[in-house]
């Protein structure tokens, strides 16, 4: 039988730096072009948002939190430099979940969301995790909602314009100002409200969960393509939709996957590495180890049955514990192919760390920041994927220390913060 290294090394499946190190030189160009508004697969997409104006004195800040299941609104106490404090919480289906609803339906539901601790700040921080493009404003105009919302014809509506009339509908007192921002900027903007930014260098967020997406701050000079800040003093936060990025080889397996995926031409970075693709692509890693000689007749037998339906989760578990019982262990619970689908998903999960750690990277170079270890960048990684895998955590972990810090030369530091997305769109509100 073909061993695991040899096969990986046959279909181009990167497994060193000195592998991913022209992905990494890729991705730095396509952030310059995106900058200046080239073609390019990274749309680096200012937010309009600074890490550098959070206000010193505290606040009561209303914030609002719609993923793809729930809608969360809460009234936040910041005070900065200490833990924010949640006075009100409130959470209920996303509008337009249960069932089609008409756009007006959709933010007369929001306001209602809202409406108990409307009167209670005149400040809107709203983390709006669906196709945004954000403008100057701090408004958001919806290019589409997915994730199952059905609100027929509500494509090109501004969010903070919607909620402010529902409100003003509904009798709500203030004149709000509403700021929207996307989940990724949200946990960029949450660390600042526990890690000042006088301490660090750098700030990058980083959303590693179904999906993946970075941010990060970015000097005002270099974002040619945003007529409102090029030129300005500072910086800004761009949001870089990083799993779109698409300069890199794709194997086989990366092939396979593609061929199933609804949209097989988007998000290909994020195809490498999310909870929602690791899954379905060890299957397909697994087809194509089969297909090159890699397992025993009888492995070999079920794998070409079909799709084993493997999900991040198995891989998760596997990982913590290779020899309890478990979709990944029962292929092959012993032998040969035991150890050769251990490889397999170990390949995998390295070569998603090592993704992760060169987008950081890159992230790190472009800007200079991070080459004092005493002024390192705060990276705010969230995200279910990175934070229920122990092993993929460690091996990104692993490879800041072994390659970002040792071989790169710039240094560091991941946070967390307890409900980052309600957090950061509090920070944001804050920042106007």
Known sequence: MKSVPEFLKEIGFIQTWDEMKPVEEAFIDHMKKGMKG??????????????DALPEDSRDVIVMDAGGTNLRVSLLRIKPGEKPEILEHYKQPVPGKPGPI??????????????????????????FSFPCRILPSLDGEILYLDKEVDVPGIEGA???????????KLGAK?????????????????????HSASHYSGYIGMILGTGFNCCYSEYNEKILKADAISGKPGSSVINMEAGAFNAFFHTEADVLLRGRAQDPERNLLEKTMSGEYQGPLMDCLMESAAAHGCFSPELTAKVQAGPLGISAVDISKYQAAPAKPGKLHDLAPEGEDAQTVYQLVDALIERAAMMAVMVLTSIMRETGAGTDPLKPVCVAIEGTTF????????????????????TRGYHCRVMNTDEANLVGSAVAAMTV
């Open 158 to 168: 501004l969010v903070g314009e919607g909620l402010k009339k529902a409100l003003e």
């Open 387 to 406: 934070m229920k895998n122990d092993i993929f955590r460690q091996k990104i972990m692993s490879h800041l220390i072994q390659y970002t810090q040792r």
């Open 102 to 127: 008409t756009p007006d339906q959709f933010f007369e539901e929001l306001a209602k969301a809202v409406l108990p601790v409307a009167d209670k700040s005149d400040r809107i921080g709203f983390c």
């Open 174 to 194: 203030h004149d709000h100002q509403v700021v929207i921002l996307n989940d990724t900027v949200a946990a960029l903007l949450g660390a600042l409200a526990e």
């Open 38 to 51: 080239e073609e390019s697969s990274l749309p680096m997409l200012p937010a309009y948002l600074t890490v």
